[in-house]
């Protein structure tokens, strides 16, 4: 066997033996994933918008419910679980209640710009449907917030916080 062949052989085989320990590394998985999710989902949109430039087959207002999912997942991000529970955060104006808020307001908004994606889908895309409509700025709109919904859950979620004491 060649000897290159042998020492890819041997890092794949460290990197696997590594992979066990993904707890130890569960943050930096939860933001690679997380970023994928947000990198793919502004990736299928920036696609539509040079694919169809015409206003006629993508009106570029539809780019607002984007916008407003990328605020939303920085604003329930921002909020640590510690400081919704008022473990961590008991002073200022309005103490825990304050976070509760910040992260009710994110996922307000975080839902309803998935909600007004359907809508964009559904009524201008789908429901309009003549030979030449393109559907496809629909669904990269729709696809675009789901997976910045997605990415927002998983970095929620898929994060700890026990280093952040």
Same mark, same amino acid.
């Given at each position: 066997m060649p000897g290159c062949c042998i020492?890819?052989?041997?890092?794949?085989?460290?990197?696997?033996?590594?992979?066990?320990?993904?707890?130890?590394?569960?943050?930096f998985l939860a933001s690679i994933a997380a970023?994928?999710?947000?990198s793919v989902g502004w990736w299928c949109v920036i696609d539509a918008a040079a694919r169809y430039p015409d206003h006629k087959d993508f009106n570029h207002a539809y780019h607002v419910c984007g916008v407003v999912a990328t605020f939303a997942m920085l604003m329930v991000n921002t909020?640590?679980?510690?400081?919704?529970?008022?473990?961590?955060?008991?002073?200022?104006?309005?103490?825990?209640?304050?976070?509760?808020?910040?992260?009710?307001?994110?996922?307000?908004?975080?839902?309803?710009? !998935?909600? #007004? +994606?359907?809508? %964009? !889908?559904? #009524? +201008?895309?789908? %429901?309009?449907?003549?030979?030449?409509?393109?559907?496809?700025?629909?669904?990269a709109i729709f696809l675009q917030n789901l997976l910045i919904f997605f990415s927002s859950i998983v970095y929620k979620i898929g994060r700890t916080e026990e280093s952040w004491n």
């Open positions: 020492a890819l052989r041997e890092n794949v085989g460290s990197f696997c033996e590594n992979w066990g320990e993904a707890g130890e590394r569960r943050n970023g994928a999710l947000f909020v640590s679980s510690g400081q919704v529970r008022g473990d961590l955060y008991t002073d200022g104006c309005i103490g825990p209640y304050g976070a509760r808020i910040w992260l009710f307001l994110g996922l307000m908004l975080s839902f309803g710009s !998935l909600i #007004g +994606a359907c809508w %964009i !889908l559904f #009524g +201008a895309y789908v %429901i309009n449907v003549s030979v030449d409509t393109h559907t496809w700025p629909g669904v």
